[in-house]
């Protein structure tokens, strides 16, 4: 319950900081300004401040899960983000997005669907203790 809450929470940090990342520079971008005159006005937008901020917060919750929960179930179920991300972009920044491209996020719900079914474990050593990062050790020959 812990990884599917804290997973949770860094796919919305991740998708809602890519969004306000999005915004922040297509504000910024214009062919009228030299390439020093849009970095300053990006390194002053709030939301590009907001997003970097955002997408630390999902860096540090998505780290956090691969201390106890093994990599091939945390990356897929992260992979989710990529489905948020296209709503987020659909709904907040009015994006169009075509029929195949929703077929597309449908497809990798269906994929993070099959993951998760999986069980939720961390990988074990040979004694029976827990190995936190879920890399597995040979035991000495």
Same mark, same amino acid.
């Given at each position: 319950?812990?990884?599917? !809450?804290?997973?949770?929470?860094?796919?919305?940090?991740?998708?809602?900081?890519?969004?306000?990342?999005?915004?922040?520079?297509?504000?910024?971008?214009?062919?009228?300004?030299?390439?020093?005159?849009?970095?300053?006005?990006?390194?002053?937008?709030?939301? !590009?401040?907001?997003?970097?901020?955002?997408?630390?917060?999902?860096?540090?919750?998505?780290?956090?899960?691969?201390?106890?929960?093994?990599?091939?179930?945390?990356?897929?179920?992260?992979?989710?983000?990529?489905?948020?991300?296209?709503?987020?972009?659909?709904?907040?920044?009015?994006?169009?997005?075509?029929?195949?491209?929703?077929?597309?996020?449908?497809?990798?719900?269906?994929?993070?669907?099959?993951?998760?079914?999986?069980? !939720?474990?961390?990988?074990?050593?040979?004694?029976?203790?827990?190995?936190?990062?879920? !890399?597995?050790?040979?035991?000495?020959?």
């Amino acid at each position: 319950m812990k990884t599917a !809450i804290v997973l949770t929470l860094a796919i919305l940090a991740q998708a809602a900081g890519d969004t306000l990342l999005s915004k922040g520079m297509k504000q910024t971008a214009s062919p009228d300004h030299s390439w020093i005159s849009m970095l300053h006005q990006a390194v002053t937008e709030p939301a !590009i401040w907001l997003g970097t901020v955002l997408v630390i917060a999902f860096f540090l919750l998505h780290a956090a899960t691969l201390s106890w929960a093994d990599l091939s179930l945390v990356l897929p179920a992260s992979s989710f983000g990529y489905v948020v991300n296209v709503a987020f972009g659909h709904h907040f920044l009015n994006e169009p997005v075509s029929p195949l491209r929703w077929l597309g996020t449908l497809f990798i719900c269906v994929g993070v669907l099959v993951v998760s079914r999986s069980g !939720i474990r961390t990988t074990e050593y040979g004694d029976g203790s827990s190995s936190g990062g879920g !890399i597995e050790r040979q035991a000495p020959r």
